[in-house]
């Protein structure tokens, strides 16, 4: 069972997501490398919802393939190019998460191996 921890005398979280999520003991754990924009077919949208899209899609295959989804998810990484794309990702964030809300982070970034991708998402899963 899943803890979120969002004292009251902390700012409350942004967005849906906790301040701190602690968890029992024991379990097996996922780690991703972080998922860029890009369809299987390597076709990149040339934006940034469509490719957090394509980014949490991809993440809820490899959570499939290792028997878990998206309630398993801990910890959530996000990094971004751009500022303005800050409430676009959140939204589409916001779309794959579940109460208790993982703990997340979202980083904005120079750039990524190829000038297209606008977002990057990582996530670490922990099934009791």
């Given at each position: 069972?899943?803890?979120?921890?969002?004292?009251?005398?902390?700012?409350?979280?942004f967005?849906?997501?906790?301040?701190?999520?602690?968890?029992?003991?024991?379990?097996?754990?996922?780690?991703?490398?972080g998922?860029?924009?890009?369809?299987?077919?390597?076709?990149?949208?040339?934006?940034?919802?469509?490719?957090?899209?394509?980014?949490?899609?991809?993440?809820?295959?490899i959570l499939?393939?290792?028997?878990?989804?998206?309630?398993d998810?801990?910890?959530?990484?996000?990094?971004?190019?751009?500022?303005?794309?800050?409430?676009?990702y959140?939204?589409?964030?916001?779309?794959?998460?579940?109460a208790?809300?993982?703990?997340?982070?979202?980083?904005?970034?120079?750039?990524?191996?190829?000038?297209?991708?606008?977002?990057e998402?990582?996530?670490?899963?922990?099934?009791?």
């Open positions: 069972m899943k803890t979120a921890h969002n004292p009251p005398h902390v700012r409350r979280p967005g849906a997501y906790s301040h701190g999520l602690s968890l029992p003991a024991g379990g097996r754990m996922l780690v991703t490398s998922q860029l924009g890009i369809s299987a077919e390597d076709r990149v949208p040339p934006d940034v919802e469509a490719q957090a899209v394509l980014c949490f899609e991809a993440i809820g295959a499939a393939d290792a028997g878990m989804d998206f309630g998810v801990i910890r959530i990484g996000g990094f971004v190019t751009r500022r303005e794309d800050f409430p676009v959140m939204a589409v964030r916001d779309r794959y998460t579940r208790p809300y993982p703990v997340s982070t979202l980083v904005i970034v120079s750039g990524f191996t190829r000038p297209e991708f606008l977002v998402v990582e996530v670490t899963a922990l099934r009791a």
